[in-house]
């Protein structure tokens, strides 16, 4: 009698709609696995990544400034630009970062710095003059030197005398 009767409608039963939702839930489980797994190895990329442009930037940013500007000044925990048409960049040196301070912005580069030293050094014929400064930073957990250079022309050198 149900079989002739004209409004009977294909269905699911009960059964089979909680086996297809198990199934469902078991595919949803490993798919959340699978992407949290990835996620997490993406962070890790990013985070690596993240020092290398940091350790890209400050070389670019510390050499740009050393060869365009007129003057460095070095104290203890900072270093100073002086321009030819006066601008100033200063980088201060904390345990954790390296800040960068211009006219026109501040960067901040996450580098972990050990030590600074810097010293006055002489080309091996002595005719020139150099200030060196040697960053040792901690990168990815390997320690590496920056050795960066600035010569000093004979004029700095006799004012330096005088003073």
Request: glycine share 2%.
């Amino acid at each position: 009698m149900i079989q002739n009767y004209p409004k009977n409608i294909a269905a699911f039963s009960i059964i089979e709609a909680v086996v297809s939702m198990a199934i469902t839930a078991i595919i949803m489980g490993f798919l959340f696995v699978i992407f949290s797994i990835v996620t997490g190895r993406m962070l890790d990329f990013k985070n690596q990544n993240q020092l290398v442009n940091d350790l890209n930037r400050l070389t670019y940013s510390l050499n740009k400034d050393i060869f365009e500007k007129e003057k460095m000044t070095v104290l203890e925990n900072e270093i100073y630009f002086k321009g030819y048409t006066g601008e100033r960049v200063s980088y201060q040196f904390a345990d954790d970062y390296i800040l960068r301070n211009s006219e026109t912005f501040i960067d901040t580069f996450r580098i972990k710095l050990n030590k600074m030293i810097v010293d006055t050094v002489k080309s091996k014929s002595e005719q020139f003059v150099f200030q060196k400064i040697n960053l040792n930073i901690k990168s990815n957990e390997k320690e590496l030197d920056l050795r960066f250079y600035k010569r000093i022309y004979p004029n700095e050198l006799l004012e330096k005398i005088k003073k």
